[in-house]
């Protein structure tokens, strides 16, 4: 039976607000996870998807990317993730009849939430130029439509082809082959707005893009830092790897500007004490950092443990150092020149608390650091990441034991979609294997990446935009720009499992096409098909969804990848230029895509088998493994940067952009962030009680955010209530996506073009 959708969206009304927790998890979880999956499945379909997330013969749960343990419980999943699979495997349903009772203007006068609550997508849909609902579209047709824009563009690159980081390794590595194709390489993806600094910085500095820990190291190490990020919420099964650690003798460190109650005490909700209420306190120190300070903090800590090593001696691995290192010398002098008195500027912190956590570092043998958009969206995110591996480099934890960098991914396979080729400007080597594989010249010319693609679409230098998954519109900056930007197109076209805000800003044409999702069964001419996953820690293994899918009507990623295809390179001004593939082949059978993922990538060699293998396998990390770094001259780097901090002018606060508990990425669960709490509202805007008064505002006071940048235009975003919380002095933060717009599209991160969204100079002005 299909259950309801609720009537109307979040009335800001009933906003509520109340002291935040200090303990996470537990029996409150449980029950919360258990109330969306029996409202949106159903008591069977709830056992028939839960007990099969994450589990070595199910599917890999559409939420985040951390790692699966080896050892898994029947209950393998978080309360984030329970909602993750209740809103895809919801019975709601979105059907022709919807989009006939609902026409463009009343959906753009809803809100996310309201509109991701509808159920999945039914049927190919098409919005006519000038059109004002959406109408039943074939698929043969939608196809066509696709083909003739394309064919039609005065070249291939103003096309733009997104990607979500919930796409498969299958349908990626097809959906980048067709775009090469094509003859561009405009593949923006999610990376680009999150953890691209962290690829730019870790690439430069040990010669792999990717974390260089395990979740076996995470057991195994004695100190533990995470900065910029709130486990909590974003990865709630971190928690209870952090809570193995800590049994083994981890200390733990939490650096962020907001006190979060997953760090302070977790309730592990597999155990029968934690369901009673008995908690486990992680964190052992919590440093309440300024937005943007972390280069700052890891200076300090840099300078603490050289002071201590020159002390007392066997602080610094040099036998490290003089053999698997560069640029050590002129780093070590910097030290010494960076000032205590600017380092406390930077971080808001003292110069004990620094110390404290660079004692940390001195008295651990075993070192991580994890982090997330903390760290990453800042105009200086590079170089903030840069000095966390300078840090572990100094002690020689990469490729030991319980130690190395833990960038923490956000989407279960967005790690994977860059493996497989999603990205702007893959090396020289990517595109002489696809060449040799497909018999094609692949374009060698970089493409756009998310930020530049909404330049060029803006510039109508852009005329169609495909997206597979996601919903771009809500997950990048500048908000009234970048639909501006998409209404220049001329075709937009979104690969979706659920209804969403990009459906609603458009190009003059249209098409939405339904997917299949994680939970759903792939029936292709050979049979049944699984798919793949890279997660977070490079671990890759199947994934089998078993529901029926949704309708008839709905196809899998690689099936509409490869139809686009059929109907595209049949064209004959674009076949001259085309790779060999069969593409009917493909979508029928997904092992002949991943013979070509085996011929074409490095570390997936007898793929095939190695999927076949419970809990898949794990890609080479020649850093990790061998302390082997693939840098130019096979040593890593340690690079010096000047201290950089976000200036904080007078009257004015700094504010993050951050997601509720309800909430993943741009998916709205619900009207609550039960941990902070904040209840039956989103639009909040948490300020230190300091700022508060220094501001002339009042706790509870409505005000409207408006965003200062360097190009003289204000930005902002209307009504919000001032809430005096416990973060940062000079800090504040709010939920996105509703304050992207504050977020100016050309503040971004140096060398990634990520855009800065977790320090927004903002001014709070009465209503």
């Known amino acids: ?43 069977v379909r709830t056992a028939q998807t839960l007990l099969r997330v994450n589990q070595k013969h199910g599917f890999d749960c559409p939420g985040c990317a951390w790692p699966d343990p080896d050892h898994r419980s029947p209950a393998e999943f978080c309360e984030n993730g329970a909602k993750a699979v209740a809103e895809e495997a919801t019975t709601r349903r979105v059907t022709p009849s919807f989009f006939a009772e609902h026409s463009l203007a009343d959906l753009a006068e809803r809100d996310d939430y309201w509109l991701g609550q509808q159920g999945r997508l039914t049927h190919p849909m098409v919005l006519d130029d000038g059109g004002t609902h959406y109408r039943p579209i074939s698929w043969d047709d939608a196809f066509t439509l696709i083909a003739d824009e394309l064919e039609h563009l005065a070249s291939p690159d103003e096309a733009v082809f997104y990607t979500s980081g919930r796409t498969s390794n299958e349908a990626a590595f097809a959906y980048q082959l ?29 010669g792999v893009g990717k974390g260089s820990v395990s979740l076996e190291d995470i057991y195994e190490a004695k100190l533990i830092v995470v900065a910029g990020q709130n486990p ?193 400007q893959m090396p020289e080597r990517f595109h002489d294997r696809l060449d040799a594989e497909f018999g094609f010249a692949s374009p060698r010319t970089h493409g756009y990446d998310t930020v530049k693609a909404i330049r060029a ?28 930007a998409m209404r220049r197109c001329t075709l937009t076209v979104q690969v979706s499992t659920k209804l969403n805000r990009s459906h609603v800003v458009t190009g003059r044409r249209a098409l939405i096409l339904p997917a299949l999702g994680r939970t759903d069964t ?47 390179f049949a064209r004959e001004s674009v076949a001259a230029r085309a790779p060999a593939v069969d593409w009917v082949a493909l979508q029928g059978d997904y092992r002949l895509i991943r013979q070509h993922i085996e011929a074409v990538i490095a570390g997936f060699d007898d793929y095939e088998a190695k999927l076949d293998l419970p809990g898949g396998f794990v890609l080479p990390h020649p850093p990790r493994d061998s302390r082997e770094f693939p840098t130019p001259n096979g040593r890593a780097q340690l690079r ?29 669960y619900g009207d609550s962030d039960r941990y902070r709490g904040i209840h039956h509202g989103r639009r909040v805007v948490l300020v230190n009680p300091a700022d508060i008064e220094r501001l002339g505002v009042a706790d509870g006071q409505m005000v409207d955010l408006v965003s200062e940048w360097r190009d003289g235009v204000e930005r902002r975003a209307e009504s919000f209530r001032v809430v005096s919380y416990p973060t940062a002095v000079g800090c504040a933060a709010a939920y996105y996506p509703e304050t992207n717009v504050l977020v100016p599209l050309d503040s971004v991160a140096k060398g990634s073009n990520t855009p800065t969204s977790k320090s927004v100079v903002v001014r709070l002005q009465p209503r």
């Open 457 to 484: 679409m803006r510039d109508g230098k852009v005329g169609v935009f495909i997206a597979m998954g996601g919903n771009f519109l809500r997950a990048t900056p500048d908000t009234k720009v970048t639909e501006a």
């Open 178 to 206: 067709l775009v090469r194709g094509f003859g561009t390489n405009n593949l923006p993806d999610c990376s680009n707005m999150c953890h691209e600094s962290s690829g730019a910085a870790l690439q430069a500095s040990i």
């Open 640 to 668: 010096v940067h000047e201290l950089t901090y976000p200036a904080l002018p007078a009257g004015r606060v700094l504010l993050q952009t951050l997601r509720s508990h309800d909430q993943y990425n741009t998916t709205i």
């Open 522 to 568: 792939d029936v292709q001419a050979t049979g049944p098909q699984r798919v793949s996953v890279e997660d977070s820690m490079s671990a890759v293994h199947a994934s089998v969804g078993r529901l029926a899918p949704p309708s008839r009507h709905v196809r899998s990623e690689v099936a509409i990848v490869a139809g686009i295809g059929q109907q595209l």
């Open 232 to 424: 909590g919420t974003n990865h709630p099964r971190m928690l209870s790897a952090l809570a193995k650690a800590k049994r083994n003798g981890a200390r733990i460190v939490s650096v962020n500007p907001l006190p979060e109650a997953g760090l302070i005490e977790y309730r592990d909700p597999q155990s029968p004490l934690g369901l009673a209420g008995r908690g486990e306190r992680l964190s052992d120190l919590h440093l309440p950092i300024r937005l943007g300070g972390d280069l700052g903090l890891f200076l300090g800590v840099a300078k603490h443990v050289l002071e201590r090593d020159e002390e007392r001696g066997g602080v610094l691995d040099r036998d490290f150092l003089a053999h698997h290192c560069d640029g050590v010398e002129a780093y070590l002098a910097h030290l010494p020149t960076v000032p205590w008195a600017e380092i406390q500027t930077a971080t808001g912190l003292t110069e004990a608390q620094v110390r404290e956590l660079g004692e940390e570092f001195v008295r651990s043998p075993a070192s991580i650091v994890c982090w997330a958009m903390g760290l990453t969206q800042h105009e200086h995110a590079i170089a903030m990441i840069t000095e966390v591996t300078n840090v572990l480099l100094l002690q020689g934890n990469i490729g030991r034991p319980g130690a190395g960098v833990c960038p923490v991914r956000g989407h279960s396979n967005v790690q994977g979609d860059r493996t497989m080729g999603i990205f702007e």
């Open 1 to 43: 039976m299909m259950s309801r959708a609720p009537e109307s969206g979040i009335d800001e009304a009933d906003l509520t607000v109340v002291d935040p927790e200090v303990t996470s998890v537990g029996l409150p979880a449980v029950t919360h996870a258990m109330q969306v999956a029996l409202t949106q499945m159903g008591p």
